[in-house]
């Protein structure tokens, strides 16, 4: 099956710094890689999501990377702000089917004002 | 983007009551509802994959008779715990598929279940 690893578990920045947190996935089958924002007590919430066939995608201050031939993918955030502070999760899975997606472990992002 | 609704959002029941968790897709059909647990400061935790029309998958180490899943519509699936325990005490969160319809997997804002 699928193994998602997410790095690092904790990441504390300071207002206006850039935030990078990166996944690794094992399944070459994987080819949709959704990115979750989750603020305490509330459920995850979709906020960038990218396909095997594209490399690049950005939405405003975020951006995410996909590097199919290392299976790596990572989230960047720039111009951080404090209510970017959450945990973050990425997830992997093969879509098209009733595939069931792989969470990594999450990074918990602290802004500092 | 897509709405999924969960309800209710949170909930306190006394030790061996059931309790119901309603999951609604509202801007699409869901065929695929998941249910999830969540500890505190943990990932998230597949309990089971709900299907419309048939029976849910439950993942290994999850008790099907305590934590019973009916997806009786495209938009509707229900999680009900019976019988519950302190240690049921969790953050209960379900998520549609709604891939093919451009809207990714979407969450429900989750239940917070305490058993007192």
């Known amino acids: 099956g699928e193994n998602v690893e997410q790095h690092p578990s904790t990441l504390s920045v300071q207002e206006g710094d850039s935030a990078v947190i990166k996944c690794t996935y094992s399944d070459s089958a994987s080819n949709y890689f959704p990115w979750y924002k989750q603020e305490l007590g509330k459920g995850p919430q979709l906020i960038i999501d990218i396909r095997s066939n594209v490399g690049e995608k950005k939405d405003q201050r975020i951006a995410v990377t996909l ?5 790596h993918f990572s989230l960047h955030i720039t111009e ?30 602290i802004v500092h004002p | 983007g897509a709405v999924v ?9 006394k030790s061996g009551t059931s309790v119901k968790i309603e999951c609604r897709s509202l801007d699409f059909q869901a065929t695929t ?11 998230l935790m597949l309990m089971a994959t709900s299907n419309e029309g048939s029976k849910a998958t439950y993942e290994q180490g999850v008790e099907k008779d305590k934590f019973l899943i009916n997806h009786a519509s495209l938009t509707l699936s229900t999680l ?5 325990h302190p240690e049921d005490s969790s953050f209960y969160i379900c998520s549609a598929d709604g891939v093919r319809y451009g809207y990714g997997y979407t969450f429900g804002s989750g239940t917070r279940l305490t058993v007192v």
């Not at chain 1, 590097?67 to 299976?71: L, S």
């Open chain 2, 5 to 13: 609704s969960q309800h209710p959002s949170w909930v306190i029941c």
């Open chain 1, 80 to 109: 951080t702000q404090p209510e970017d502070s959450a945990v973050y999760f990425c997830a992997a899975l093969a879509s098209g089917g009733s595939y069931i997606p792989t969470f990594g472990r999450g990074t918990s992002l």
């Open chain 2, 33 to 43: 509802m998941f249910w999830y647990r969540q500890f505190p400061k943990q990932s």
């Open chain 1, 67 to 71: 590097n199919k031939t290392a299976k």
């Open chain 2, 80 to 84: 009900t715990v019976t019988s519950a």
